[in-house]
């Protein structure tokens, strides 16, 4: 798993928005359970947003919900987060994860992770 050239994280102003996108050329996404993770400083690493394999579910950690935004482009194999109304507490290095089981299931691959500050 990859990062698109044009969102590899980086500064953002409290109340901005960023959109990070996770390639996997190599992946049919309609095969895999899709997630975001974060670790802030710290901290323990915590899923941020999951959607199951067949798209239908999609669970978020209370602190993004009505932010954050997971999505899938499957044509594109491409996997975004959007991210809106961004926090200072948002700061962290996010991860894109695939599980071929599920959601709440360990996943099976993971991207290596891009840094997203938040700060004025």
């Known amino acids: 798993l990859s990062y698109s050239s044009w969102s590899l994280g980086g500064l953002v102003q409290p109340g901005g928005s960023l959109r990070l996108s996770c390639a996997a050329s190599?992946?049919?996404?309609?095969?895999?359970?899709i997630a975001w993770f974060r670790q802030a400083p710290g901290k323990e690493r915590e899923e941020v947003s999951c959607?199951?394999?067949?798209?239908?579910?999609?669970t978020a950690a209370d602190s993004v919900q009505g932010r954050f935004t997971l999505s899938r482009d499957s044509a594109n194999h491409t996997i975004y987060l959007q991210m809106n109304n961004l926090k200072p507490e948002d700061t962290a290095v996010y991860y894109c994860?695939?599980?071929?089981?599920?959601?709440?299931?360990?996943?099976?691959?993971w991207g290596k992770g891009v840094l997203v500050t938040v700060s004025s």
């Open positions: 994860a695939l599980g071929n089981i599920g959601c709440g299931y360990v996943m099976a691959y």
């Open positions: 190599e992946f049919n996404l309609n095969h895999y359970a």
């Open positions: 959607e199951s394999i067949s798209g239908r579910t999609a």
